[in-house]
């Protein structure tokens, strides 16, 4: 992230953390500097050794929001039951 940071200015603007089957939760970090324009992709895994991490995606670009609007929570029909 430092290196990232440094070298090419991109700063975190996304993040996400996903539940796994292990002590420590998954963190998913995405960068970017849209003056460059760049991008990576992050993923770290604090269950393996000091929290390894790995640069899985970088591009030349940045994100594009679509500017959609979330949907209201959906629920069940009546009658329907989870699986």
Do not use: H, W
């Amino acid at each position: 992230m430092l290196e990232l940071m440094a070298k090419y200015n991109e700063v975190p603007v996304y993040s996400i953390q996903l539940e796994v089957d292990r002590p420590r939760k998954i963190t998913m970090v995405v960068t970017e500097n849209k003056n460059n324009p760049s991008s990576s992709f992050i993923l770290i895994n604090p269950n393996i050794g000091s929290g390894v991490a790995c640069i899985f995606f970088t591009a030349k670009d940045v994100l594009i929001s679509n500017e959609a609007e979330s949907l209201g929570p959906k629920e069940p029909l009546k009658g329907e039951t989870d699986a």
